[in-house]
């Protein structure tokens, strides 16, 4: 079974303008009665797919799902719309699995260790980190109001457009080589031996160092630092900037003079293909800066923020968090099955709250409808959202067909066979987030 769920969407002031974009068209697509006209000037910025405690998603109790929810909460909520974590926890034994039960974010509630989302991002978010769970334990019992829960927040972006990120630490010759290239950071690290940043194994604590410099500088430092950087930047021919450089002025016109501008120099900058896909781990520091993705992360609030935003930064918990791992970091195209009408691609988490799955049927397929079918076992509690044109989705067990088109979004329940199929002419794409094997 699968039941229709309408999404959140949250709006940031990095979200992209109007309804335009995914979130904004989504918004459009679930308020069918609101005034067009008061959507023009909102920031789209995420739409959340789960139970997330801020913003659940929203159920309509309807016949359709009558049979696989209790007599009691049937006559309760009948007609009416409930949120998804209240239908869970009370016909949980339909709507979860005892695996899903058993991992202690779950703890007992209705919550799904998963928060499923949609990005359209329009200017560059803060530069930040998630902590490990056991530095998220530390800093909830410390600071409740900063670090509102106990859990650690990986997180796994796949682009549906061009998605351009900051991510992980560069390697150390190529920060470098960088620091080089723009004489006024190597006047602001100055007291740093950067040149250790060539030797594997000095690289990780010079790095740290350098680091640190960033945010015991004033800001006066730090602006004029900045100023430098740019007017170097502007003596150069356009055509030879790096990305990196180009980002700086995209940088400096939302955040004026902000210490991420210098860190950003630190990370790889990424400008992800569609489908293309990178893990953010515990403790490595990241921004994204432009273009739509998909995002799964581990239910979780936690933020240590160390640029590019009017919020507190807490520096002093970021330069002890941080891996500063210099590793090469690759955006990964997850792992594709090819099927008979359609691809199946896997994206691993590496984490166990949650995979990302994408199956695709392009329009150019031959066969008819009956033969373009493809199954999918749904073992865990699922998210399903159609990015692409449109199909059918049968659950032949429980004998029931699901119209599925764009930007429709659904809770999918345990130890189900679904079977998605389209008309050759049309083209069929849904992801899924489901809980690691
Ligand atoms: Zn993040």
Not at 334 to 345: A, D, L, V, W
Request: hydrophobic share 35%; with cysteine.
């Amino acid at each position: 079974l699968m039941i229709p769920i309408t999404g959140s969407t949250q709006k940031y002031h990095w979200g992209k303008v109007g309804v335009d974009c995914l979130v904004g068209m989504y918004s459009k697509k679930t308020h069918p009665d609101s005034d067009i006209e008061l959507f023009k000037n909102i920031h789209f910025a995420e739409l959340w797919m789960g139970t997330h405690p801020g913003s659940p998603s929203l159920v309509k109790i309807t016949e359709n799902i009558q049979k696989w929810v209790t007599p009691e909460f049937y006559e309760k909520h009948q007609g009416k719309t409930v949120h998804l974590d209240e239908l869970i926890i009370s016909n949980k034994s339909v709507m979860f699995n005892e695996k899903t039960e058993s991992m202690d974010v779950v703890k007992g509630s209705g919550s799904l260790p998963y928060l499923f989302k949609i990005l359209s991002v329009d200017s560059p978010l803060s530069i930040q980190a998630h902590p490990d769970k056991q530095l998220a334990e530390k800093l909830h019992e410390q600071f409740p109001d900063i670090y509102k829960d106990s859990n650690h927040k990986p997180e796994m972006v796949i682009a549906l457009t061009e998605f351009e990120c900051l991510c992980s630490f560069s390697e150390g010759k190529t920060i470098l080589k960088r620091l080089h290239n723009n004489p006024a950071l190597l006047e602001f690290f100055k007291d740093v031996n950067i040149e250790n940043l060539a030797d594997d194994e000095k690289s990780k604590e010079t790095l740290k160092e350098i680091v640190k410099v960033i945010y015991s500088s004033s800001d006066v430092l730090v602006a004029e630092c900045v100023e430098k950087i740019l007017s170097h930047i502007e003596s150069l021919d356009e055509k030879d900037w790096t990305i990196m450089q180009r980002l700086a002025f995209r940088l400096h016109e939302f955040y004026e003079n902000d210490v991420g501008i210098i860190f950003g120099f630190l990370l790889n900058d990424f400008v992800l293909q569609p489908g293309e896909s990178l893990v953010l781990g515990p403790n490595e520091p990241h921004a994204y800066i432009r273009g739509e993705a998909i995002e799964c992360v581990a239910a979780s609030d936690n933020v240590v923020r160390g640029g590019l935003t009017p919020k507190f930064k807490d520096s002093a918990t970021l330069i002890e968090m941080l891996t500063y791992s210099t590793e090469d970091v690759e955006p990964s195209k997850g792992t594709t099955s090819e099927h008979e009408f359609c691809k199946h691609i896997v994206y691993n988490s590496g984490f166990k709250e949650f995979n990302v799955h994408k199956i695709v049927f392009p329009a150019s397929a031959e066969g008819n409808a009956e033969e373009n079918v493809y199954s999918v076992n749904i073992q865990d509690p699922s998210m399903l959202l159609c990015t692409k044109g449109k199909g059918k989705v049968t659950d032949q067990a429980d004998a029931v067909d699901y119209e599925v088109e764009f930007l429709n979004t659904f809770y999918c329940l345990p130890g189900k066979e679904l079977k998605l199929s389209r008309h050759p002419e049309e083209e069929f794409e849904v992801f899924i987030a489901t809980i690691a094997e």
